[in-house]
């Protein structure tokens, strides 16, 4: 089977569509073994925190970005197939720069966890509106998930003088993972949020909608500069109550940021 029938609501994926990406699995492989040097604190601590992070990071997007699609592979449109996005791979996405260079840099050099643009979806080949907006959410869906699972440790008091580094790591990788789960829910246009109300929208707002689009990551960033002392107050205190401290948010960002 090489090609699909949009019109076929019975289309399966061929064998293998599922397969993760050898990309996909050299992130989770550099994941897990600097996860690994952290705990046993073995070799460069910051640099180990790095790459975990960052790697981590990617792993989230990668997860972030196939929720998408299997969604909308669910809700009929079955062009993902062909696109490749149900392999996990990054390097399928329709905008490497907006999907992986800019959300790094962001982390990377600002400590900002924004969602970057991703997956190409064919929104009329959906269903009904549910669908459409289920697929805008899956996404911001995995970085919860993915949040809480890092979080667990905090919230049952696990020891964090017994793996320090480790712990501080995955504090902060936590701490971008609920960032951009509420910043990829902004209602603005482009971001999950606002793609997710857009069905809904009568034809008006959805013009307007339209040519606000493709600035929605100026207007995003321009929110979280303007707002960023109530947004991050706000930020710490939630994980704050789901136990994830800011003096271990701050000695993850200290040891992250290796160079400085």
């Not at 994980?239 to 400085?260: D, K, Y």
Request: aromatic share 16%; hydrophobic share 55%; net charge positive.
């Amino acid at each position: 089977m090489t090609s699909v029938d949009y019109f076929d609501t019975r289309v399966r994926a061929p064998r293998g569509s599922f397969v993760p990406s050898p990309v996909f699995l050299a992130i989770v492989a550099v994941f897990v073994a600097t996860g690994a040097l952290a705990w046993y604190d073995k070799g460069s601590r910051g640099f180990n925190v790095f790459l975990f992070v960052v790697f981590g990071w990617l792993l989230s997007l990668c997860l972030h970005e196939y929720a998408h699609a299997v969604v909308a592979y669910r809700g009929g449109d079955y062009g993902v197939i062909n696109r490749g996005y149900l392999h996990l791979n990054p390097i399928k996405y329709t905008n490497p720069v907006f999907s992986i260079a800019l959300p790094l840099v962001f982390i990377i050099l600002g400590g900002i966890a924004l969602p970057g643009g991703a997956v190409l979806i064919e929104h009329h080949r959906l269903r009904n509106k549910r669908w459409d907006t289920a697929v805008s959410l899956a996404g911001p869906a995995v970085n919860v998930i993915f949040a809480a699972a890092l979080l667990i440790p905090f919230s049952v008091g696990v020891d964090l003088g017994a793996h320090p580094v480790f712990w501080a790591a995955v504090g902060y990788l936590a701490f971008f993972q609920v960032m951009a789960a509420i910043f990829n829910l902004f209602p603005v246009p482009g971001l999950d949020g606002g793609n997710a109300v857009y069905p809904w929208l009568s034809a008006e707002w959805r013009r307007g909608f339209d040519a606000v689009r493709p600035y929605g990551f100026l207007l995003a960033f321009a929110i979280i500069y303007v707002a960023r002392r109530p947004l991050f107050d706000g930020l710490y205190a939630l994980l704050g109550h789901l136990g994830l401290s800011e003096i271990v948010i701050f000695v993850g960002q200290n040891l992250f940021r290796f160079w400085s």
